[in-house]
C-alpha cells in the first residue's frame, strides 16, 4: 500500500494568514493526488484533484501543487470557513489511500 | 445535482453482519464508479472499496474477506455488508461517487452525509 503522511499534524494560524501543508507519498503517484476539507460532524468536501486542479465552486484562494511524492495544498488568505481538517488522498494505485489529516485551528 | 444517502442499522452486535444502502438521487447511478469509507470516531479515513454500475468492484485487501459491494440500478441504490464485525468496526461510513481516470483510481465527490455504525452487544 502507498503511505501518505502529512505535516503539520497541527496548524495553527490567524485570519488572513497563508498556510500550506504537506503530503508526502511512499512512492511516486505522479499527479493523482487529491484534497479534501472536513469540518466536524460533516462528510469531507473536494478541494482539488490531480494536484492541482480545483474543483468546481471551491474559492480560487485554495490550490494544489507537486509532483511525484511530494505535494502542498496552499490556502493563500485564510478565512474563517478554513479552519477545519484537511486530508490528501492518493489514487495512483489501490487500495486507495489517505493521509492522516491536518487539524487547521484558530491561532 | 447528486445527492447520496446512506441508511441502515446504527447498532451491529460483534460477529454479526453489517448492512448499509446509499440511495442516490438527483442522477443516475449508471456509467459511475461509487464507493464506501468509513472513519472511524477520532480517526481518519479508510477507503473500503468500489462498485461500478456494471457490478464490477475492487475491495480494499484488509477488508477483502469480510466485504461485498452490491448493486441495484432499478432502485438507484448501492449497498455494502460487512461480515463478521468487531468493534474496531465501529465508524461513520460513507458512500460517494467515484470520479476516476482510464489509468488510475478514484477520487470522491460528492459524498453523502455519513451514517454512524456501532458494534456493541
Known amino acids: 500500500d502507498i503511505q501518505m503522511t502529512q505535516s503539520p499534524s497541527t496548524l495553527s494560524a490567524s485570519v488572513g494568514d497563508r498556510v500550506t501543508i504537506t503530503c508526502r507519498a511512499s512512492q511516486s503517484i505522479s499527479s493523482w493526488l487529491a484534497w479534501y476539507q472536513q469540518k466536524p460532524g460533516k462528510a469531507p468536501k473536494l478541494l482539488i484533484y490531480k494536484a492541482s486542479s480545483l474543483e468546481s465552486g471551491v474559492p480560487s484562494r485554495f490550490s494544489g501543487s507537486g509532483s511525484g511524492t511530494e505535494f502542498t495544498l496552499t490556502i493563500s488568505s485564510l478565512q474563517p470557513d478554513d479552519f477545519a481538517t484537511y486530508y490528501c488522498?492518493?489514487?495512483?494505485?489501490?487500495?486507495?489511500?489517505f493521509g492522516q489529516g491536518t487539524r487547521l485551528e484558530i491561532k | 445535482q447528486v445527492q447520496l444517502q446512506e441508511s441502515g442499522p446504527g447498532l451491529v452486535k460483534p460477529s454479526e453482519t453489517l448492512s448499509l444502502t446509499c440511495t442516490v438521487s438527483?442522477?443516475?447511478?449508471?456509467?459511475?464508479?461509487w464507493s464506501w469509507i468509513r472513519q472511524p470516531p477520532g480517526k481518519g479515513l479508510e477507503w473500503i472499496g468500489y462498485?461500478?454500475?456494471?457490478?464490477?468492484?475492487n475491495y480494499n485487501p484488509s477488508l477483502k474477506s469480510r466485504v461485498t459491494i452490491s448493486v441495484d440500478t432499478s432502485k438507484n441504490q448501492f449497498s455494502l455488508k460487512l461480515s463478521s464485525v468487531t468493534a474496531a468496526d465501529t465508524a461513520v461510513y460513507y458512500c460517494?461517487?467515484?470520479?476516476?481516470?482510464?489509468?488510475?483510481?478514484?477520487?470522491?465527490?460528492?459524498w453523502g452525509q455519513g451514517t454512524l455504525v456501532t458494534v456493541s452487544s
Open positions: 488522498q492518493q489514487y495512483n494505485s489501490y487500495p486507495i489511500t
Open positions: 438527483g442522477g443516475s447511478i449508471s456509467s459511475y464508479y
Open positions: 462498485i461500478y454500475y456494471s457490478g464490477s468492484t
Open positions: 460517494a461517487r467515484a470520479r476516476t481516470v482510464a489509468v488510475a483510481g478514484n477520487w470522491f465527490d460528492p
